[in-house]
């Protein structure tokens, strides 16, 4: 290998996700190797902020200062899933599609705020005008949630790559319509790879942008990030 490229993503994208999302660079240059590390989302802030990584995927971060020279591309969106406790599935499973005034009485299992999920939802809610009604423990994992929800302790919401194989209800959160996404950037310099490289990187990530979103039967409207305002 000619060159390594050090990429940081948050576990919300994990490196598998993160393989296709870099195929296209990788099958014109075989000749760079590139490292994935999945970390939290403030680690991986840290790394690029030392220039120990290239590029790095996370949530989107208004609070996330950047350098003049620092690249930056909207890459994706992600809707996000309301996914009701067990015992109350007969109550929800006739509703396409829920606002965030539907579901805000409800009780949530929440992650520690390691891979952005977690300062996501409860920026949804506070932008609608609701505080979160956490449920008293927390979460360990993606699974875990769901394990939450199967044993009626409380509801969770969830990006769709973390239901596919889920057997539950599953109901897409919307906002004027739109369905409501995490919307994941990627943020590039050329830290260990040679410019010229770096450079190559960034071309095939502009020409791969990537929506991973499933339409909502409410709306053909294009979504929008859960982490922005309602308004924007």
């Given at each position: 290998?000619?060159?390594?490229a050090q990429?940081?993503?948050?576990t919300?994208?994990?490196?598998?996700?993160?393989?296709?999302?870099?195929?296209?660079?990788?099958?014109?240059?075989?000749?760079?190797?590139?490292?994935?590390r999945?970390?939290?989302?403030?680690?991986?802030?840290?790394?690029?902020?030392?220039?120990?990584?290239?590029?790095?995927?996370v949530?989107?971060?208004?609070?996330?200062e950047?350098?003049?020279?620092?690249?930056?591309?909207?890459?994706?969106?992600?809707?996000?899933?309301?996914?009701p406790?067990?015992?109350?599935?007969?109550?929800?499973?006739?509703?396409?599609?829920?606002?965030?005034?539907?579901?805000?009485?409800?009780a949530?299992?929440?992650?520690?705020?390691n891979?952005?999920?977690?300062?996501?939802?409860?920026?949804?809610?506070?932008?609608?005008?609701?505080?979160?009604?956490?449920?008293?423990?927390r979460?360990?994992?993606?699974?875990?949630?769901l394990?939450?929800?199967?044993?009626?302790?409380?509801?969770?919401?969830?990006p769709?790559?973390?239901?596919?194989d889920?057997t539950?209800?599953?109901?897409?959160?919307?906002?004027?319509?739109?369905?409501?996404?995490?919307?994941?950037?990627?943020?590039?310099?050329?830290?260990?790879?040679?410019r010229?490289?770096?450079?190559?990187?960034w071309d095939?990530?502009?020409?791969?942008?990537?929506?991973?979103?499933?339409?909502s039967?409410?709306?053909?409207?294009?979504?929008?990030?859960?982490?922005?305002?309602?308004?924007?």
């Amino acid at each position: 290998m000619s060159a390594t490229a050090q990429i940081g993503v948050t576990t919300l994208i994990g490196a598998e996700r993160a393989e296709t999302i870099f195929s296209r660079f990788k099958a014109k240059h075989p000749d760079v190797a590139l490292e994935y590390r999945e970390g939290a989302v403030e680690e991986l802030h840290n790394m690029f902020k030392h220039r120990q990584a290239d590029l790095i995927i996370v949530p989107h971060d208004a609070d996330f200062e950047l350098d003049p020279d620092i690249l930056r591309l909207p890459l994706m969106l992600e809707q996000l899933f309301f996914i009701p406790r067990f015992s109350e599935r007969s109550r929800w499973e006739a509703m396409e599609c829920v606002t965030v005034s539907d579901i805000a009485a409800e009780a949530f299992a929440l992650l520690p705020d390691n891979c952005g999920l977690t300062r996501t939802t409860r920026h949804l809610f506070h932008s609608q005008g609701h505080a979160i009604n956490a449920y008293e423990h927390r979460a360990t994992g993606y699974q875990s949630m769901l394990d939450f929800v199967d044993a009626s302790l409380c509801s969770v919401t969830l990006p769709e790559s973390k239901i596919r194989d889920y057997t539950g209800t599953v109901i897409p959160i919307v906002d004027n319509g739109r369905p409501v996404a995490i919307e994941y950037v990627v943020f590039g310099q050329a830290s260990n790879l040679p410019r010229k490289k770096f450079t190559e990187l960034w071309d095939c990530l502009l020409e791969s942008k990537l929506t991973v979103t499933r339409p909502s039967p409410c709306s053909a409207t294009p979504a929008f990030s859960g982490i922005k305002s309602a308004t924007n």
